[in-house]
C-alpha cells in the first residue's frame, strides 16, 4: 500500500525543512527525485543511512528515488559542515567507491521490477566534456557571488579561508539539479540538512536559467542524544561493508544504543509501523532490563544491511561474551566475527611449535603468558572447576594442550572464572 511521503517523514523525524508547494506536488501523481551521495569512500556508513532510508520511504509512496554518485564532485570536495579541505581522489579510486555503493543500494532499493524503478546516475558522465569556460558561461553567470558567500557552508569557512575549488561546489552542485530537471524530469532535490544552501542553488539556477520550478525537501541530521556525533564507535565509522564493520560490531552499534536513541533509530532506521514502535516501546517500559527496543532496532537493520544467518552469528557470539555460548558456537564463528566478539581482550602471542610435542595447562597459563601469578593458584583454579580453554571446561591440572585445541589454526579462548577472558595466538 503506498503510503503519504511527508507525513511518513513526519511521524518518523525525519523532515527538516521543505520548500512551499513540495506536498502539493507529491500529492498530483509520480514524482521523481534524487539525492547526492559522497563517493569518498568504497563504503556507505550507517550515517548515509538517513538518505538510503529517505529514498527508500519515497520509493514506497510511489515515486521514482534516484541516487546521484558525485563521480564529479567527488573530485571537488563538499565545504559543507567541514572546517579542512578534502583530498581530492583519482578517477579509478573513485569508479571503485561508485560501484560498491552502488551494490550497497541496491539491498534498499528495487532497481528492477517496479514502474518507478530505482536508478543511480553519476555526475561526471555530464561533466567529463565541460570545459571550464562553457561551465562560467553558462552556469556562473545566473549565480552572484554575494548569493554564494550567503550560504552557511561558505561563511562558516571564510575566516580561515576557502579554496575556490570548494567556493564552487555549490555551482556544481547546483547544475546535478539543474541537469536532472532538464534531462530526467527530477522535480524535488532531497539531503540532510547540511544541504539546504547547495540545494536551492540547483533551484535558482533552474529559475533563472529556464524559468522552471523545482522543490527541495531536508531531513535533519542524526545526533545522539549525549550530544556526540552519530555514526561512530569507538573504533571509529561504523560501515554498511562487512570488511570494514563485521556484522557483529554493526549489531552491536545498534544494541547499544541508550533507549532515547533507540527510540529515535528504530522510527528512522526501520520500515516498523507506527503501531508496531509503540507496542515495542510499552514493552520495553514495562521491563526496561529486557532491551526489548534495542534487540528489535538491531535485528531489523542488521537482517536488511547483512543478512538474516549474519544476524544470528552476531546474537550467537554476543552470548559466547556473555558466558551463554557453548564450544560448538565458538567452534562455528567466522574468524572476523571471533576477532571482532574478543577485540578488547589481554592477548599473548606465542610460537605454535610449543605445541607440537603438548604443552601442560598449567605451564601454558604461568610460564608462557601471565594468566595466573603462580602454578599454585592455577592448579587450585582448574581443581575448582574455574578455568575453561575454548569454552570447555578443563579440571585435570595435568592436561596437555596440542594444536588439536586450537580455533581457526591459530587461537586458543582462555575463561578464567565467568567473564575474565585471555586469547592466546600462536
Same mark, same amino acid.
Given at each position: 500500500?503506498?503510503? +503519504?511521503?511527508?507525513?511518513?517523514?513526519?511521524?518518523?523525524?525525519?523532515?527538516?525543512?521543505?520548500?512551499?508547494?513540495? !506536498?502539493?506536488?507529491?500529492?498530483?501523481?509520480?514524482?521523481?527525485?534524487?539525492?547526492?551521495?559522497?563517493?569518498?569512500?568504497?563504503?556507505?556508513?550507517?550515517?548515509?543511512?538517513?538518505?538510503?532510508?529517505?529514498?527508500?520511504?519515497?520509493?514506497?509512496?510511489?515515486?521514482?528515488?534516484?541516487?546521484?554518485?558525485?563521480?564529479?564532485?567527488?573530485?571537488?570536495?563538499?565545504?559543507?559542515?567541514?572546517?579542512?579541505?578534502?583530498?581530492?581522489?583519482?578517477?579509478?579510486?573513485?569508479?571503485?567507491?561508485?560501484?560498491?555503493?552502488?551494490?550497497?543500494?541496491?539491498?534498499?532499493?528495487?532497481?528492477?521490477?517496479?514502474?518507478?524503478?530505482?536508478?543511480?546516475?553519476?555526475?561526471?558522465?555530464?561533466?567529463?566534456? #565541460?570545459?571550464?569556460?562553457?561551465?562560467?558561461?553558462?552556469?556562473?553567470?545566473?549565480?552572484?557571488? +554575494?548569493?554564494?558567500?550567503?550560504?552557511?557552508?561558505?561563511?562558516?569557512?571564510?575566516?580561515?579561508?576557502?579554496?575556490?575549488?570548494?567556493?564552487?561546489?555549490?555551482?556544481?552542485?547546483?547544475?546535478?539539479?539543474?541537469?536532472?530537471?532538464?534531462?530526467?524530469?527530477?522535480?524535488?532535490?532531497?539531503?540532510?540538512?547540511?544541504?539546504?544552501?547547495?540545494?536551492?542553488?540547483?533551484?535558482?539556477?533552474?529559475?533563472?536559467?529556464?524559468?522552471?520550478?523545482?522543490?527541495?525537501?531536508?531531513?535533519?541530521?542524526?545526533?545522539?542524544?549525549?550530544?556526540?556525533?552519530?555514526?561512530?564507535?569507538?573504533?571509529?565509522?561504523?560501515?554498511?561493508?562487512?570488511?570494514?564493520?563485521?556484522?557483529?560490531?554493526?549489531?552491536?552499534?545498534?544494541?547499544?544504543?541508550?533507549?532515547?536513541?533507540?527510540?529515535?533509530?528504530?522510527?528512522?532506521?526501520?520500515?516498523?509501523?507506527?503501531?508496531?514502535?509503540?507496542?515495542?516501546?510499552?514493552?520495553?517500559?514495562?521491563?526496561?532490563?529486557?532491551?526489548?527496543?534495542?534487540?528489535?532496532?538491531?535485528?531489523?537493520?542488521?537482517?536488511?544491511?547483512?543478512?538474516?544467518?549474519?544476524?544470528?552469528?552476531?546474537?550467537?557470539?554476543?552470548?559466547?561474551?556473555?558466558?551463554?555460548?557453548?564450544?560448538?558456537?565458538?567452534?562455528?564463528?567466522? !574468524?572476523?566475527?571471533?576477532?571482532?566478539? #574478543?577485540?578488547?581482550?589481554?592477548?599473548?602471542?606465542?610460537?605454535? !611449535?610449543?605445541?607440537?610435542?603438548?604443552?601442560?595447562?598449567?605451564?601454558?597459563?604461568?610460564?608462557?603468558?601471565?594468566?595466573?601469578?603462580?602454578?599454585? !593458584?592455577?592448579?587450585?583454579?582448574?581443581?575448582?572447576?574455574?578455568?575453561?580453554?575454548?569454552?570447555?571446561?578443563?579440571?585435570?591440572?595435568?592436561?596437555?594442550?596440542?594444536?588439536?585445541?586450537?580455533?581457526?589454526?591459530?587461537?586458543?579462548?582462555?575463561?578464567?572464572?565467568?567473564?575474565?577472558?585471555?586469547?592466546?595466538?600462536?
Amino acid at each position: 500500500m503506498k503510503t +503519504n511521503f511527508i507525513e511518513e517523514l513526519k511521524w518518523r523525524g525525519m523532515l527538516h525543512d521543505v520548500m512551499p508547494g513540495t !506536498e502539493e506536488l507529491l500529492n498530483k501523481g509520480v514524482v521523481t527525485g534524487y539525492i547526492g551521495f559522497d563517493p569518498t569512500a568504497d563504503s556507505l556508513g550507517v550515517g548515509n543511512m538517513v538518505q538510503i532510508m529517505t529514498l527508500l520511504h519515497f520509493q514506497q509512496a510511489g515515486h521514482k528515488p534516484i541516487a546521484l554518485v558525485g563521480g564529479a564532485t567527488g573530485m571537488v570536495g563538499d565545504p559543507s559542515g567541514k572546517s579542512l579541505e578534502r583530498n581530492l581522489l583519482s578517477e579509478e579510486t573513485l569508479n571503485h567507491n561508485l560501484n560498491c555503493q552502488q551494490k550497497q543500494l541496491e539491498k534498499f532499493l528495487d532497481f528492477n521490477t517496479l514502474d518507478n524503478a530505482a536508478q543511480i546516475v553519476n555526475n561526471y558522465d555530464w561533466f567529463k566534456q #565541460f570545459s571550464f569556460l562553457e561551465f562560467i558561461r553558462d552556469v556562473g553567470k545566473y549565480l552572484t557571488v +554575494n548569493y554564494m558567500l550567503a550560504k552557511d557552508s561558505v561563511k562558516n569557512r571564510l575566516e580561515n579561508g576557502m579554496s575556490f575549488t570548494e567556493f564552487s561546489y555549490q555551482l556544481v552542485q547546483g547544475y546535478d539539479f539543474y541537469y536532472l530537471w532538464k534531462n530526467k524530469g527530477v522535480m524535488l532535490q532531497m539531503g540532510g540538512s547540511d544541504q539546504w544552501g547547495n540545494i536551492v542553488t540547483g533551484s535558482e539556477l533552474i529559475r533563472k536559467k529556464e524559468g522552471g520550478e523545482s522543490f527541495a525537501l531536508t531531513t535533519p541530521l542524526i545526533k545522539k542524544a549525549d550530544g556526540t556525533k552519530f555514526g561512530k564507535s569507538e573504533s571509529g565509522n561504523v560501515w554498511l561493508d562487512r570488511n570494514k564493520t563485521s556484522p557483529y560490531k554493526f549489531y552491536q552499534f545498534w544494541l547499544n544504543a541508550s533507549d532515547e536513541d533507540a527510540k529515535t533509530y528504530i522510527r528512522i532506521f526501520t520500515l516498523f509501523t507506527r503501531e508496531q514502535i509503540e507496542a515495542i516501546e510499552l514493552e520495553q517500559a514495562a521491563a526496561k532490563h529486557t532491551r526489548v527496543l534495542q534487540k528489535a532496532l538491531a535485528k531489523d537493520i542488521t537482517i536488511r544491511v547483512h543478512s538474516e544467518s549474519d544476524y544470528n552469528a552476531a546474537i550467537e557470539a554476543s552470548e559466547i561474551l556473555f558466558g551463554k555460548g557453548t564450544a560448538e558456537s565458538l567452534q562455528k564463528l567466522l !574468524e572476523e566475527d571471533f576477532l571482532s566478539v #574478543f577485540e578488547g581482550v589481554e592477548q599473548y602471542k606465542l610460537l605454535i !611449535e610449543i605445541l607440537n610435542d603438548g604443552i601442560a595447562l598449567v605451564d601454558l597459563l604461568t610460564d608462557k603468558t601471565t594468566i595466573f601469578p603462580s602454578k599454585g !593458584e592455577a592448579r587450585k583454579m582448574i581443581q575448582g572447576g574455574g578455568v575453561s580453554i575454548n569454552k570447555q571446561k578443563i579440571e585435570d591440572v595435568n592436561f596437555q594442550l596440542t594444536t588439536s585445541h586450537l580455533l581457526n589454526n591459530k587461537y586458543m579462548l582462555v575463561q578464567k572464572g565467568k567473564k575474565n577472558y585471555s586469547l592466546v595466538v600462536f
